[in-house]
């Protein structure tokens, strides 16, 4: 299948459930550019989108651009192993990472300009994903992530972190060619 876009090398071990679009994958490893924000699930992307673009449109040393990639992904900050920052209220905050191109690592990438914007290599990992249409809202993830949980107890996997969300497409794309999906590592 052709992307528009650059994503991530993975290969597919087993299907799952193919009615429910369930994969067993292992991914290569890759570069991220994330950045931590307050508030909730909802918003989260919306309060990131223009930190990380500001980064790779230009946004560091050496004012170099970089392509933009996917997927976009969002995880509560429990699940990344990054610096903390001063909670909300209500307690939220989120992990919103862009995917580097190919071939850059947090090593060679530009440094960023603005502080926030953290670079990470992510390791080759194994992990059970569902892909669905639509858009976010908490009533699609959470049927998804029903899924997704269901049918990996049922092939007896168990989960070694908790659920990340991510999306493909750009916002004008129409709710039924959205894709998004939710990735849970495996032990």
């Keep these: 299948m052709s992307h528009a876009v650059e994503e991530p090398d993975y290969t597919v071990e087993r299907t799952l459930d193919a009615g429910n679009a369930i994969e067993l994958r292992r991914y290569a490893g890759y570069a991220v550019a994330e950045v931590t924000v307050p508030g909730p699930a909802d918003s989260a992307g919306n309060t990131a989108f223009p930190i990380l673009a500001g980064y790779i449109f230009g946004g560091n040393q050496g004012s170099r651009k970089l392509a933009m990639t996917a997927p976009v992904t969002q995880a509560p900050q429990k699940l990344a192993m990054t610096a903390p920052v001063t909670q909300t209220a209500a307690g939220d905050n989120h992990v919103v990472q862009f995917v580097l ?46 899924k997704l949980t269901a049918a990996m107890r049922a092939a007896g996997l ?30």
């Design 158 to 187: 168990q989960p070694a972190g908790e659920p990340v969300l991510s999306r493909y497409n750009p916002p004008i794309t129409p709710w039924f060619l959205r894709r998004n999906e939710i990735w849970i590592d495996l032990a």
């Design 101 to 146: 191109p190919k071939g850059v690592t947090a090593e060679n990438a530009p440094v960023p300009n603005d502080a926030r914007v953290r670079l990470r290599d992510v390791p080759p990992r194994r992990l059970a994903a569902v892909r669905f249409s639509g858009f976010w809202n908490q009533a699609n993830y959470a049927e998804h992530l029903a």
